[in-house]
């Protein structure tokens, strides 16, 4: 398959522009995610304890919500679907992609941390094999698994916007073949968008080991603020995956 050659400096650089210019739309999508922290938080406040079982599950659909509506909005212009969205084909079928996609990461991430106990401490956990052979295993099947993880993540992250834009749910195969030559653009693109929120976190850590009060960095101001960079940087994510979608894939119609 021929390459398609996109900039991805321009794109995660346009992410953030479009973010910035629909900002009412983003705002009224981003209502879901912050209403389920404010209800999180409230419950907290009056001493009631909420089971992670419900936080969780509570956040992945608001910020899934988000996400289709967000990405809807700029596809068609409209914001029609914050209230049709439970009634739509589509968001259902969005739901399914992105739960399918959390299942395989979180099988993923189990077997990397295996694989990485293996390669610190030389043993396989719950089995009754250990040694230095082990470690060596280990330590090179870490690096291939990472290297795996990373390339097919990256080869895969655009589907949630093909899923979007077109309303309808293809094979993987679709994605990978047309994302072929294309892992480092989003790596680029993903870079970009998410550094802000990657920043902010960093100089969170910087103040804690610099001596800086742990009460003052989770205040609520600071979870606040987490909380809006968290969401606008998704958005502009999301705006710069749309982006690089068109460009990949519809020059290929």
Same mark, same amino acid.
């Given at each position: 398959m021929a390459r398609r050659d996109i900039d991805p400096f321009e794109i995660g650089r346009r992410g953030f522009t479009i973010t910035f210019r629909e900002f009412p739309?983003? !705002?009224?999508?981003?209502? @879901?995610? @912050?209403?389920?922290?404010? +209800?999180?938080? +409230?419950?907290r406040r009056q001493s009631i304890e909420v089971s992670p079982w419900i936080v969780e599950p509570a956040r992945w659909i608001a910020?899934?919500?988000?996400?289709?509506?967000?990405?809807?909005?700029?596809? %068609?212009s409209t914001t029609l679907q914050l209230l049709t969205f439970p009634a739509t084909r589509g968001f259902w079928l969005f739901l399914i992609l992105l739960a399918g996609l959390d299942a395989a990461w979180w099988v993923?991430?189990?077997? +990397?941390?295996?694989?990485? @106990?293996?390669?610190?401490?030389?043993?396989? +956990? !719950?089995?009754?094999?250990?040694g230095p052979l082990v470690q060596v295993a280990g330590i090179i099947l870490l690096v291939l698994m990472l290297q795996l993880g990373i390339w097919a993540g990256l080869r895969l992250m655009i589907w949630p916007a093909h899923c979007a834009a077109t309303g309808k749910l293809v094979w993987p195969r679709t994605i990978w073949r047309s994302m072929q030559d294309h892992s480092f653009d989003m790596?680029?693109?993903?870079?970009?968008?998410?550094?802000?929120? !990657?920043?902010?976190?960093g100089g969170q850590l910087l103040a804690l080991r610099g001596g800086a009060e742990a009460a003052l960095i989770g205040s609520t101001p600071m979870l606040i603020a987490d909380l809006i960079l968290s969401v606008f940087? %998704?958005?502009a994510f999301d705006a710069a995956a749309l982006v690089a979608y068109f460009g990949i894939f519809t020059r290929a119609n």
């Open positions: 739309i983003w !705002l009224a999508c981003a209502v @879901f995610p @912050f209403a389920a922290a404010v +209800l999180v938080a +409230l419950a910020d899934a919500i988000f996400d289709w509506c967000w990405m809807t909005a700029l596809c %068609r993923y991430s189990n077997a +990397l941390g295996i694989i990485g @106990f293996a390669a610190i401490t030389g043993g396989v +956990l !719950l089995i009754d094999l250990e790596l680029i693109i993903a870079a970009i968008t998410i550094g802000p929120l !990657l920043l902010f976190a940087t %998704r958005g």
